[in-house]
């Protein structure tokens, strides 16, 4: 069976704006009402078509997007198979690299601060040695 937004050739979402549009509502107005109803019910067609038609979106409604993202009620689904890669790594590795090279004329051995900096950021000295290895790494060689 077909639905009827397809016989007609419009989105329910549209056709309900354009109810309240029809009824007076401004549009602007009416389409946020509607992406936010249909937010509150866990269904965030209406704003990605509002994105992709390059519409205007308030504050209020990317309020309500990022309170749904921090309560857990959106989540994105992992594309690759596999381990996952903490994406934390990266700040942590450039954080652990920053701070040794800023420190490495201070007097201390490497070892000792590769100890200091590890305790700092509550992991191993050996984490450290390979974080300022991959930010080594990253650099460009300076001359």
């Known amino acids: 069976m077909t639905k009827p937004w397809d016989q007609l ?59 749904m993202i921090d309560e857990g009620q959106v989540v994105v689904k992992a594309r690759a198979r596999g381990r996952q890669r903490k994406l934390e790594n990266g700040p942590r590795n450039l954080l652990a690299g920053l701070a040794y090279h800023h420190h490495s004329g201070s007097g201390l051995n490497s070892e000792k601060l590769f100890e200091a900096i590890a305790e700092v950021m509550g992991t191993s000295p050996e984490s450290v040695r390979q974080a300022v290895t991959i930010y080594r790494k990253s650099r460009p060689q300076q001359k």
């Open 9 to 67: 050739g419009v989105k329910p979402w549209d056709f309900e704006t354009q109810f309240y549009v029809d009824d007076g509502a401004n549009p602007g107005g009416a389409r946020i009402a509607v992406i936010l109803k249909w937010m509150s019910q866990g269904d965030l067609r209406p704003l990605a078509a509002a994105i992709k038609e390059g519409h205007h979106i308030p504050k209020m409604v990317l309020g309500w997007l990022a309170y």
